[in-house]
T-cell receptor
């Protein structure tokens, strides 16, 4: 079965500091896509960053970057210079190539302390 | 970016009645739409996948006769909760996928609908 595991139910970080959220996944496929979504209190799902499995280079989007370790099936999210607006639930997800169906992890609640 | 709307954002209905939730892709044609259910402090649970003009594919354990999904066009999908009961109270989220459009296999999420059944 395809699974996504987020081992940290909750994390906290001081404003302006850096935090890393963990995610591991299990798939036997070679072609897939990985995503991190943010869900703030408004509950609107927002795409933070995506990574194509065939790309070796780690994706970055401004203060957000990933550490993609394909052999280890690990896909962690690093948030630099954390801001109060980063406080949210973060969901790791993946989809196989050829399918748009997303498999989500259980989420990590991130608190940013002023 | 692509925009997906949902209507209504919040609905209260009485037990035994039916309620319809609309999901629209506003600026692109969605080849596939997805319906999720989310309980408080939990992850999204996929209920069904729908393609325009085809019957929806329901996930295991989801009652297809209770949660009716219609995908009438490339920009509109509806979820009807029939004979709603208090246990159907939840947050329902739709998403729309643009298939192989750039970037491929990306889903765009609606803002969600909070359903309360009294």
């Amino acid at each position: 079965a395809q699974t996504v595991t987020q081992s940290q139910p909750e994390m906290s970080v001081q404003e302006a500091e850096t935090v890393t959220l963990s995610c591991t996944y299990d798939t036997s496929e070679s072609d897939y896509y990985l995503f991190w979504y943010k869900q703030p209190p408004s509950r609107q799902m927002i795409l933070v960053i995506r990574q194509e499995a065939y790309k070796q280079q780690n994706a970055t989007e401004n203060r957000f970057s990933v550490n993609f370790q394909k052999a280890a099936k690990s896909f962690s999210l690093k948030i630099s210079d954390s801001q109060l607006g980063d406080a949210a639930m973060y969901f790791c997800a993946y989809t196989q190539g050829g399918s748009e169906k997303l498999v989500f992890g259980k989420g990590t609640k991130l608190t940013v302390n002023p | 970016g692509a925009v997906v709307s949902q209507h209504p954002s919040w609905v209260i209905c009485k037990s035994g009645t039916s309620v319809k939730i609309e999901c629209r892709s506003l600026d692109f044609q969605a080849t596939t739409m997805f319906w999720y259910r989310q309980f408080p402090k939990q992850s999204l649970m996929l209920m069904a996948t729908s393609n325009e003009g085809s019957k929806a594919t329901y996930e295991q354990g989801v009652e297809k006769d209770k949660f009716l999904i219609n995908h009438a066009s490339l920009t509109l999908s509806t979820l009807t909760v029939t004979s709603a009961h208090p246990e159907d109270s939840s947050f329902y989220i739709c998403s729309a996928g643009a298939g192989l459009a750039d970037p491929p296999y990306e889903q765009y999420f609606g803002p969600g609908t909070r359903l309360t059944v009294t």
